[in-house]
């Protein structure tokens, strides 16, 4: 996830969002990045990605973020900073929180009160994944791909999927472990993180541990 900074808009017209997809289109395929789901709100973006090579992820968010600021401050004869600082990341058990993911980024305009249904959001993935719209450049899942043998079947599934709220706590969870930058998922999951990354992926207690 990437937010304008002081929470400030980060898209001002059609175009904006237009140019923001292609740049990401092209850093995908130059940073050898795989897109699974997105929604591009009005002053922050949430992209459900996998990177195929070391360091790919933070490649892509590079690429894009620096040739989106130009492009803005040269449209709007502005100069600056445009985002937050450096995009906050969460790593994500797929088996059990990816198509909860999936569902929490394209639930972001429902829930900011901009449209009713996520089908009535023109920037995000969810018309390529429950309506059959296609964007060549999306990736779908396995986990998707498993609702369904048939593609009309998946992408009807997947909507009956937007029929149940999202619960509570998992909202909690995406929220927390991504502002953390702590991996999401079980604690087995997590240890195998942090056995491969040398670092912690599990979040914190705060208060003095217990003896």
Known sequence: MQRGNNRQPIFF??????????????????????????VQMT???HLLTLGE?????????????RRYVLYINRTYRRSGTLFEGRFKS???????????????????PVRAGMVADPGDYRWSSYQHHATGRSMEW????????HLATNPEVCAL?????????LVTHDIEAIRTHLNKDCALGSGKFQDEIEAVLGRRSKIVPQGRPKK
């Open 13 to 38: 017209h059609e175009d904006d969002y237009c140019t923001y997809l292609e740049y990401l289109r092209e850093a995908l395929v130059k940073n050898n990045c795989k897109l699974y789901a997105f």
């Open 43 to 45: 002053n922050h973006v």
């Open 53 to 65: 090579t070391s360091g790919g992820i933070s490649g892509l968010m590079q690429s894009v973020g």
């Open 90 to 108: 969460s790593l994500v058990d797929s088996e059990r929180y990816l198509l909860t993911c999936m569902r929490y980024i394209e639930l972001n």
């Open 138 to 145: 999306l990736t779908e899942p396995q986990e998707y791909l």
């Open 157 to 165: 599934t997947y909507r009956e999927l937007f029929k149940q709220p």
